[in-house]
């Protein structure tokens, strides 16, 4: 298969846990009749609301804003490291740098494009929103937004918090995903850069490539985890408009519907962009490991002690700290939203 296929199909890979996310979801997000029902009842009103609803709203809307901007300044900044690399190892292998960056634009276009099909294509039936994904991320926040009045607070999208929620969902996640496919870009333009398996100084490649791989996972998973707080800075956006109930009461109501969802989806979330860190990498580290579980078997005992030298993976203690590091790194993300919940609740 030719090597500029590989590559994308190695990149495009980064993508398919999002898509798979949106479109699982998609099938068994449909809308809540029953909080459709109680956010329209006579009972549900602004007595459930913190003091001064609009301005309470003003603050968790900038807080979120916020929040977006300290995501978006992180995505930049590790958009421009990658984007760097790439260029300059694009130049080392001695391949066209332009062609390499437009397939690299073109995938991130199509994958954001997928995400933002399934939110900002609403079909709108009354008060009801009925789009794939928006019926999950969307509309329960905007059954509750128009039923206790607070529509007209969002004057710059026409009364609406329609767009604001939807834009609020896509927009921190097409940053995430321009960093994750140029994070995936530069890590297998490197794999296929090395010296072929068996020529003189492979070993040194391949362990370039494997520190590589971790100064990358690293430096992505910084970037997950910040959109996983993001996700649940979203998700929370509607719990933090409630008055809290007391410990004694039996049923915390319409609280209660709204916190838990927002614990499982930014659980849910989290787990999403760690199978997105792993699926960033894995097509080429499986390509590495192939090759050197195949050069282990070849080798006699001397050789083989040689060869893990060279890749150093002889320090059994300096392995395990590896291993323990490259562990905790793919799980920030979903760890991310459980440590954020328990110092909330401190």
């Given amino acids: 298969m030719n090597q500029w296929i590989k590559w994308v199909l190695a990149i495009v890979a980064a993508g398919i846990p999002l898509v798979l996310f949106t479109s699982i979801l998609s099938l068994f997000g449909a809308g809540d009749r029953e909080l459709q029902v109680l956010t329209g009842s006579e009972v549900f009103g602004p007595a459930i609301l913190k003091p001064f609803p609009p301005a309470r709203l003003g603050i968790v809307t900038l807080e979120y804003g916020w929040w977006v901007f300290a995501h978006v300044l992180i995505c930049l900044t590790v958009a421009a490291y990658f984007g760097t690399l790439l260029v300059g190892h694009t130049k080392r292998a001695s391949r066209k740098v332009l062609p390499r960056l437009a397939t690299v634009a073109a995938i991130i276009a199509g994958i954001v494009g997928v995400v933002a099909y399934l939110v900002l294509t609403p079909?709108?039936?009354?008060?009801?929103i009925n789009a794939p994904f928006a019926n999950l991320v969307v509309t329960p926040f905007y059954y509750f937004l128009t039923s206790i009045g607070l529509a007209d607070q969002f004057p710059g999208h026409g009364g609406d918090p329609w767009?604001?929620?939807?834009?609020g969902a896509v927009g921190p996640t097409a940053f995430g995903i321009l960093c994750v496919t140029l994070a995936s870009a530069v890590f297998h333009q490197d794999v296929q850069s090395r010296k072929a398996f068996g020529t003189e100084g492979w070993e040194q490649d391949y362990a370039a490539c494997l520190r590589s791989l971790k100064t990358y996972a690293a430096v992505l998973s910084l970037i997950l985890v910040s959109s996983t707080l993001t996700a649940r800075a979203y998700f929370h956006i509607v719990p933090k408009l409630l008055a809290v109930p007391a410990k004694d009461t039996p049923d915390p109501g319409i609280y209660k519907i709204y916190s838990d969802f927002a614990g499982e989806i930014s659980t849910a979330s989290g787990l999403l962009f760690t199978m997105t860190l792993i699926a960033a990498f894995a097509p080429g580290l499986i390509v590495l490991l192939r090759d050197i579980s195949g050069a282990v078997r070849?080798?006699?005992q001397e050789g083989r002690q040689s060869l893990?030298?060279?890749?150093?993976?002889t320090d059994l203690r300096a392995n395990f700290s590896t291993i323990l590091r490259v562990g905790l790194t793919i799980a920030s993300p979903a760890l991310a939203s459980p440590i954020a919940e328990v110092f909330q609740t401190l």
């Fill in 298 to 300: 070849e080798r006699g």
């Fill in 123 to 128: 079909d709108r039936t009354g008060d009801t």
């Fill in 163 to 167: 767009l604001y929620l939807s834009l």
């Fill in 308 to 313: 893990l030298e060279q890749l150093g993976l």
